[in-house]
């Protein structure tokens, strides 16, 4: 028992750093192939709005202008909800960095991400990202 | 006195020679031969034959364009014997010795077929002459003849002026030459003079087969690929074709402008050599108002379009497949067409959708860029009552004394973490400390392995509280929260809260910290929710954030609505129990534990916690303990 929780705080570090670096890649380098992360009822909000279904969080990206992410820390824990729980297997990761638009000045961020595995792959339930300041 | 052999649409007029000057004789060559030279090899393209390399030994650089639909007359491009054509209608006996130059002007006549085969001949410069031109500059001429002649190719060159008219020549430009003679061999030239700006219609007078090629030998592709090598450079990859048709060197020997849409073609087939060396054109003050496809500049990202004559967005199109990312098109007349910028930002995205910057500013925020304080999902109205009562009641509990309290709200096997980042640029230097986060602050990025990691996590209700009440106390605004509910469902909701909070201390600074707060919330039971997951964001607030905080004291006694049990229906008799219980409690007098109560919604255990609070920032007036038992209002 004591073991599994230990392997499942374990797993959650690992994921979450692998998939923050996808993330913030794709987001920068690759935005065309972002909705590849997110799960097809995946909601995003930004800054408060909100964005839901994958269709919809791919345009959004696209007309976005481009960025710069530098990711200055990430935190993750698994999710331990019973069996009540859609998704088994859960992890909720909190990331805090900064992002630059277009050679503009860099503004500090927050963002928390909702992945869970599906199939083999780890995907977005929900994105939540903000300014640090409006 | 010539005869002038005469087109269009004047009649045969014996009576009114107009000729002014006669036209100099070509000089001709012996055994000079009148076929069309072929220069064109293989694949390259229709267009090359217009400018012809002068002679075949030296055939120069030929490009190898795709081909271009040309005009049908090129078909024309014959190598029949013109000069000796009898031209029936005319007084042959007064057109010079051979025959080779024809002049004629408005009002005289040829038929149009012998006008053809004569304006078609390759190897001749026709020379134009307009006359009572010389008092215009020569952009002014050009220009003029370019609105008539539009969008018919013709390159004028040797402009220059003779006596009172200015004169030019052209060669295989029949298509203009016909709309010239369809416009009765007249221009409208805009000029501003001193009275203000005018137009004036000037007559112009044409030789066919004028002069050999053989005796003008021009190179224009030379010239033409010598300009563009100029105008690019190279480190920068960018080509600059502003104002074309007026490069000083250029425009000495011919007036080669961009507005016409073969010439703008040509050139960039010119391009095809050095395409991946282009990445910006410019290509203001060229009056164009066509855009050939860009398409073979592949590594096109840039593209300078201002001050030009453009009226249709559509335009646009033909930089479809292209990943261009900075247009400019101020000061064209399409930008009067959109009477807001969003309209106009719009309309170029719809043709350009990979465009990131348009007339010098980058598009920075997408459509919905307005930050809006909360989020709720729609159609859940519902939670929204729950996430507030649930976050009153969390936050109060945590800015008070005993965070032990907020024991009931988390989850027996409940995860708690922090994180605390320092910004650059913050307000306070000292202050800034964030020692007692640091200390217990959980960093993937920065965790050598994976084991402190679990020691950094605190695991199950009894830990959590423990880091809780670790950390400083704190006192957060809540007029500065934002609330996000990126996920609800009827079993687990997720809440994202930012904002900021002060942390009282005794040197009566005032630490201002910024912090994120993320909650995952399972439903125990049917309105109640206790905390599985926390994920606390610290850093130090902006100058700005600070600034604005704290503007409004928070509401103290109008936190009633927190105690999940409802209340019940109280008698009279009870809460004159509950009033007196208090008053013994607080010491307060009976009116003042009333006033409490009614205000805490007669929920002892809440009135209890008020009076404290109140108690500790000495709001609490000495009447209130001063003992009148006697003075029990009675209340409803």
Known sequence: MEQERRTKVEQACRTAEEFIKHYYEGLDRRRNVMSRLYLDTATLLWNGNGIAGKEFIQKFFENLPSTDHIVSSIDSQPLTTGST?????????????????????????????????????????????????? | MRHLIVCGEAKKQKTNPVQEHQPPRPPRRAG??????RTVVGESSVAVQNFEIDSVQNPGPIPTVPVIPEVPMMDHFMANDMQEEQISNADMSTIVDDGSAITFNRVSWLPSGVLRNVATSGDYWHKFTVLRGAGYSKLEIMDALLDVVQPQMIAPVMYRREGSSATF??????????????????????SSGPFGPSVQTLDIEITLRHTHVQDLRLHL??????????????????????????????SEVVFWSLRVPKAFVYVLNMLKVRTSAIRCLYLADNEITELPKFIILSK??????????????????????????????DRNPVCAQYHDELSYIQAIKEMVPTIKKIDGVYLTRPEPSLWRRNYVPPGQSECIA?????????????????????????????????????VPGQSTSSTARLTRYTLESRNLLRLSDYSKSQQLLSQGAEEVLSALCRLPRTEHDPYSFAVDLPYYTQEIAVIVVSGVFREPSMMNENLIRAFSRTFVLHK????????????????NASTKQAEESFQYPKPKVSLAKLSFNPAQDLTDADRKQMTR???????????????????????????????????????????????EEDKVVEKK
């Open chain 2, 32 to 37: 000079q031969d009148h076929t069309v030279l």
């Open chain 2, 169 to 190: 020549f052209a060669r295989n430009c029949l298509a203009a030459f016909l709309k010239l003679t369809r416009a009765n061999l007249q221009i409208q030239v805009n």
């Open chain 2, 386 to 422: 729950l996430v507030d009562q649930f976050l009153q009641h969390y936050f109060t509990l945590l800015d008070g004394d005993d965070r032990q309290r907020l024991r009931g709200m988390y989850h027996p096997d409940a995860l708690f973490s922090l994180t605390c980042n320092y």
């Open chain 1, 85 to 134: 729980c859609h998704f088994p297997l859960t992890i909720v990761v909190s990331v805090s960095g900064f992002i630059a638009f277009c050679q503009e000045q860099p503004q500090a961020f927050q963002q928390q991400l909702l992945i869970t595995a599906e199939g083999d792959k780890w995907k977005i339930v929900s994105d939540c990202f903000r300014f640090q300041e409006p």
């Open chain 2, 581 to 627: 219980i208090l008053s013994r409690l607080t010491e307060m007098n009976q009116q003042w534990a009333q006033k409490c109560l009614e205000q805490s919604k007669w929920d002892i255990k809440w009135a209890l916690v008020v009076f404290t609070e109140l108690l500790k920032m000495n709001k609490l007036p000495g009447e209130a303990f001063e003992l």
């Open chain 2, 524 to 539: 125990v039971a049917s309105k109640e929710y206790q905390i599985v997951n926390e994920m606390l964001t610290v850093s």
């Open chain 2, 300 to 329: 096109l990202e840039v593209v300078d379009l201002s001050s030009n004559k453009i009226s249709n967005m559509n335009v646009l199109k033909n930089f479809n497949g292209l990943n261009l990312l900075e247009i400019s098109l």
């Open chain 2, 221 to 250: 592709h030379d010239h033409l690929v010598a300009c563009i090598a100029r105008r690019h450079d190279k480190a920068l990859k960018a080509l600059d074709l502003s104002a074309f048709h007026m490069d000083p060197e250029l």
